[in-house]
């Protein structure tokens, strides 16, 4: 079986399935992005989890982080015959879901295994080496070749990475940044707000390219759901001005607050 850290990946992971068939196997995705939001049910304002995560994604969350567990640890219990290999990309998202599993699954030993990305050259589509930092951009011939590079997680890993994930846990933090191979820093969740604000002006903006514009220019990864839920907060704190629905969606535009009433009438959008 493999584990991935998104639906996304997943499904790039999948295509490879038809170039290779024995290259394929149970796939289980662990949706749940632990780089962002509280780790502990005592988060900001004493918010669980689950409602921290469906107030930031804007629809309802089902599973919990002990389900996201049990899910991989009952597969394995009733397939005895198989073993399970994380793929982790050099991103927050991954090596948070990564320590999650490792603090979990120690029962299991050799039987889970892990390809880290980062800094392994892949070929893309026209034959250029990069370097990637999600799953999904990698194609699918090139899962063939890396997966060779599977190592089985040892009993010292064992011993010393659950500690960085009880690390975080105990700081719980809003946001884990990846600074490195597999070091996550704890980070507040205004971290971006300054990126965000800096895009803005008095004119309105869509929402998307405040987004896409911060998440261009940032050297670390986060979600674009994040970076709209802060949008929302600063809305919310009346240091942005909105219009359209920006309380239970996406597609809004924003500007900064004390924005003439001219440029409202003349709607001045950008995009």
Known sequence: ??????????????????????????VI????????GPLKDEGENGVKRNEWIANMILKPVEETQEDEIKIVS??????PEENALMWIGPNSRDVSGYYLMVSNLKKFGQRISAIWLNNLPFINEKGQ??????????????FLKAKKLAQPISASTYETDPDEWQKAI????????????????????????????SQLNFVWQKSGRIVQGVQSKLKYTISDSFLYWRL??????????AQGDWVSGERFDVRKSGGAPAAENESQLNG
């Open 1 to 26: 079986m493999y584990i991935v850290f998104s639906e996304e990946d997943a499904n790039k992971l999948k295509e490879s399935f038809e170039l290779d068939s024995s290259f394929g196997s149970e």
């Open 232 to 241: 929302r907060e600063l809305i919310k704190e009346n240091r942005l001005e």
């Open 29 to 36: 995705v662990l949706n749940d992005d632990f780089s962002v």
């Open 170 to 197: 105990s700081e719980n933090k809003m946001v884990r940044l990846l600074e490195g191979a597999k070091k996550l820093v704890g980070k507040d969740a205004g971290v971006f707000d300054s990126e965000l604000i």
């Open 129 to 142: 080496i990069f370097y990637p930092k999600y799953l999904h951009e990698i194609p699918a011939k090139e």
């Open 74 to 79: 009952d597969y394995l219990d009733e397939h």
